[in-house]
């Protein structure tokens, strides 16, 4: 299993590097080519919702992404630090101005996702959270004949 770890400031800018990244490590993964345009807006998606998080949270940890490369599969984890209560909660003394248009863009995103990446897993605690989504991958074409 090998495993590629990014990990980038909590800005805007380097969403784009997360998603060429993202594909380029899918590509050699053997993620078929049709579904590269969805891993990459996945990825994007998952970053900017983990950059916002920080962002509206004062963390200045720096967001990670992992992208891990199995046997017939490939996975990419997005991680944040931003503490969350259950989802419906009302986390006490959340920064923002309307917590609930915050909570309306997140839950947008997630919808984005789902809509985009048919394995998905989402996990949010106090400790923070993250998103793993996970694309079947083909076998080389060496390995074919």
């Not at 800005?11 to 990244?21: F, G, K, M, Q, W």
């Not at 899918?26 to 891993?39: C, I, K, M, T």
């Not at 997140?106 to 996702?113: K, N, Q, T």
């Amino acid at each position: 299993m090998a495993t590629v770890e990014l990990r980038f400031s909590a800005l805007p800018e380097h969403v784009r590097t997360a998603r060429l990244v993202a594909a380029a490590v899918a590509r050699r993964a053997g993620v078929d080519e049709a579904v590269l345009d969805e891993v990459r807006l996945a990825v994007g998606e998952a970053c900017t919702r983990a950059v916002g998080l920080h962002q509206s949270s004062g963390i200045t940890a720096p967001v990670k992404v992992l992208l891990i490369e199995e046997e017939k599969q490939f996975s990419i984890e997005v991680g944040d630090e931003a503490p969350r209560s259950a989802p419906g909660d009302k986390a006490p003394g959340a920064l923002g101005s309307d917590p609930d248009a915050e909570t309306e863009e997140d839950e947008m995103g997630l919808a984005v996702i789902s809509g985009l990446v048919d394995d998905v897993e989402v996990t949010a605690g106090e400790h923070g959270g993250s998103i793993r989504m996970t694309w079947p991958t083909t076998p080389s074409a060496t390995t074919l004949s």
